[in-house]
């Protein structure tokens, strides 16, 4: 059974930062991507940013250069560090995986946690 387990969302004045976690839980499996969406009241899911499983990111281009993502390995975590948060941030964050069993890839999805930035 795997698990993703978020923390870290709340309520920030904009200008101010936040930093998101993702643990994922389980076994069997190794991990292709890991990354982070958001969908605003009214809007479509969309990606904030995304880590392959090399190191490389890429991030939506209203986020860069706010925003980062990070991996810890050994942890099995992601994070999400946004500094710089404007009121158009304010949403519901997702974290994703992919994950790799044998010949078949799996979509994993965090249960939600709200940010909210105040003006």
């Known amino acids: 059974q795997v698990q993703l387990v978020e923390s870290g969302g709340g309520l920030v004045q904009a200008g101010g930062s936040l930093r998101l976690s993702c643990a994922v839980s389980?076994?069997?499996?190794?991990?292709?991507?890991m990354g982070w969406y958001r969908q605003a009241p009214g809007k479509q899911r969309e990606l904030v940013a995304r880590i392959i499983g090399g190191g490389s990111a890429n991030y939506a281009d209203s986020v860069k250069c706010r925003f980062t993502i990070s991996r810890d390995n050994a942890k099995n975590t992601v994070y999400l560090q946004m500094n710089e948060l404007k009121p158009e941030d304010t949403a519901v964050y997702y974290c994703?995986?992919?994950?790799?069993?044998?010949?078949?890839?799996?979509?994993?999805w965090g249960q939600g946690t709200q940010v909210t930035v105040s003006s």
């Open positions: 389980g076994s069997a499996f190794s991990i292709n991507t």
């Open positions: 994703n995986c992919n994950l790799q069993r044998g010949l078949v890839a799996w979509d994993y």
